[in-house]
C-alpha cells in the first residue's frame, strides 16, 4: 500500500508562483514512477506531469510546459510541482499519484486546493 499526502496549495494571484509538495509512503518499497493530476469545477481529472523514479524523464502537459517543473527527493520520499506564471485556468484540485511506470498510476491523495485569481 502507499499513501500519497499533498500540500502547498492555495490562493495566488494570476502570474504568480506556488510549490506543491506530495509526502509518499509505503509498506513495501516499490520504485515508484509518480505524478500529478488536476480537476477543475466541473471537468474531468487531466494529467499535468509525470516523473519517473530515478528522475531521469519527465512528462508534461501542453497547457503547463515551460511553466511548471516537476522534481521528486527519493531520500525525503517526496515529489514537488512548482508552478510559475500561474492563470486563472490552473484553478483545480491538485493530485498527486503514484505507480510501476509513468502514464500507470495506481494510488492517489486526497488533493489539495489550487485557487488563482485574475
Known amino acids: 500500500q502507499v499513501q500519497l499526502v499533498e500540500s502547498g496549495g492555495g490562493l495566488v494571484q494570476a502570474g504568480g508562483s506556488l510549490s506543491l509538495s506530495c509526502a509518499a509512503s509505503?509498506?513495501?518499497?516499490?520504485?515508484?514512477?509518480m505524478g500529478w493530476f488536476r480537476r477543475a469545477p466541473g471537468k474531468e481529472r487531466d494529467f499535468v506531469a509525470g516523473?519517473?523514479?530515478?528522475?531521469?524523464?519527465?512528462r508534461y502537459a501542453d497547457s503547463v510546459k515551460g511553466r511548471f517543473t516537476i522534481s521528486r527527493d527519493n531520500a525525503k520520499n517526496t515529489m514537488y510541482l512548482q508552478m510559475n506564471s500561474l492563470k486563472p485556468e490552473d484553478t483545480a484540485v491538485y493530485y498527486c499519484?503514484?505507480?510501476?511506470?509513468?502514464?500507470?498510476?495506481?494510488?492517489w491523495g486526497q488533493g489539495t486546493q489550487v485557487t488563482v485569481s485574475s
Open positions: 499519484s503514484a505507480g510501476p511506470t509513468l502514464g500507470k498510476y495506481d494510488y
Open positions: 509505503w509498506r513495501t518499497f516499490s520504485p515508484y514512477a
Open positions: 516523473i519517473n523514479w530515478t528522475g531521469s524523464t519527465q
